[in-house]
């Protein structure tokens, strides 16, 4: 017995079983025919709508146009005119969800050493050791829509992302770790007023960027958390590169680390939905979960007069899922007040794109940095 799913197609010796890999953990798919560049688009289409895998055979470049094809079938799809923009977010996620369970219906074969036995097909080694961890000889396959994801974030991880607040150094986000493209939070962190140099906690820190502009700001000792070992890993990478690992230390944790500090920053997920891969989770965050547990428990962590940090766009407002009164009154139940806050606007490309079905609250998205005490103290 294995430990992990498998999947199982029809071949001219008999049916065949490899390892399945999902990072999202999707099942493996129960029916799979084999594809080649013989397979029409229309053909390829059906067949995933109906949840039919392919498991591709043919030209790898050739599977690469195919998913392109597939991709321009989805998006033709007519849609329901929305209500609301409540609506019109439930109806983009069910839509999103739809078409990425069609294309991933394209599947890559990879050998027990992550090559692809393919004609054209890229050495991918480096981009599945990275994800996967050093391989083990085991056959295994996986969507051609992850694995291009993976070759993507192999890319960013060489290239890095530039950050302007540490006067135009890059961070390198692994696989898996939210990358630090949109710059709006990172600007607040630089810019505002820091209450102490002594010590701060990062909390969920990612790629280590937050931590890293404290650090380049002064601060003299940071304590930098996360729970997902790849954060872990890729937080320590950049910031030992920067040369802020003498000032920052990387720990394990579930939102706080032991002791308190007179700056607790944290930047958690902005919109209270349902992630629908582990990425996401950067992004959406399940009953407001995180940014409760940290307003819940930032006061036990706060030295006197210290100030907590809270990174939040205002994004979910904007769209309904949830109201300033409903933050206000989470703030006010942890014991908590603001003393200060500075707003930025969106800059990323959606927020001027009038054909995103979300642009009207893109467009008046704010990032705010909330400045908070311990009501009283």
């Known amino acids: ?6 999947l199982t197609w029809p071949d001219t010796d008999g049916p065949r079983s490899v390892r399945w890999r999902s990072e ?3 099942a493996p798919p129960k029916r799979v025919v084999l594809a080649d560049d013989r397979t029409s688009a229309d053909a390829a289409y059906r067949l995933a709508c109906e949840g039919t895998a392919l498991l591709w055979r043919g030209d790898y470049q050739n599977a690469r146009q195919l998913l392109q094809a597939l991709a321009r079938r989805a998006d033709r799809k007519p849609r ?16 999103q969800s739809q078409r990425a369970r069609s294309l991933g219906m394209v599947l890559i074969p990879l050998e027990g050493d992550y090559t692809i036995s393919l004609r054209r097909a890229p050495d991918v080694k480096l981009a599945c050791e990275e994800a996967w961890g050093p391989a083990t000889g085991e056959a295994s396959a996986v969507s051609l829509r992850e694995l291009l994801g993976l070759i993507g974030a192999h890319e960013w991880r060489k290239k890095g992302v530039e950050i302007p607040a540490l006067d135009h150094a890059r961070i390198h986000p692994y696989y898996g770790v939210f990358s630090p493209v949109r710059g709006e939070y990172v600007d607040l962190v630089a810019r505002v007023a820091l209450p102490s140099l002594d010590k701060a906690f990062d909390i969920g820190t990612g790629t280590g960027v937050l931590a890293a502009v404290l650090a380049a700001r002064g601060v003299r000792q940071i304590v930098a958390t996360d729970q997902d070992p790849r954060a872990l890993a890729c937080a320590r990478e950049n910031l030992t590169r920067l040369g802020y690992g003498g000032q920052v230390e990387v720990v394990e944790a579930d939102l706080f680390p032991a002791g308190r500090a007179p ?6 997920p902005w919109v209270p939905a349902r992630p629908a891969s582990p990425i996401e989770y950067a992004v959406f965050d399940p009953e407001s979960r995180m940014l409760r547990g940290f307003l819940a428990g930032l006061k036990d962590h706060l030295e006197p007069g210290g100030e907590g940090w809270l990174i939040l766009s205002d994004f979910a407002e904007h769209l309904g899922l949830r109201t300033r009164e409903a933050l206000m009154e989470m703030i006010v139940n942890a014991g908590l007040e603001v003393v200060g806050r500075e707003d930025i606007r969106a800059r990323h490309p959606k927020a001027t794109d009038r054909t995103d079905p979300l642009y009207e609250a893109r467009a008046k998205e704010v990032t705010s940095l909330w400045r908070l005490k311990v009501r009283g103290a």
């Open 24 to 26: 999202a953990g999707v």
């Open 1 to 6: 017995m294995t430990d992990f799913p498998t």
């Open 80 to 95: 329901k005119a929305p209500d609301s923009l409540l609506d019109a977010f439930n109806l983009h996620r069910q839509a």
């Open 263 to 268: 700056l607790v920053v944290c930047n958690p």
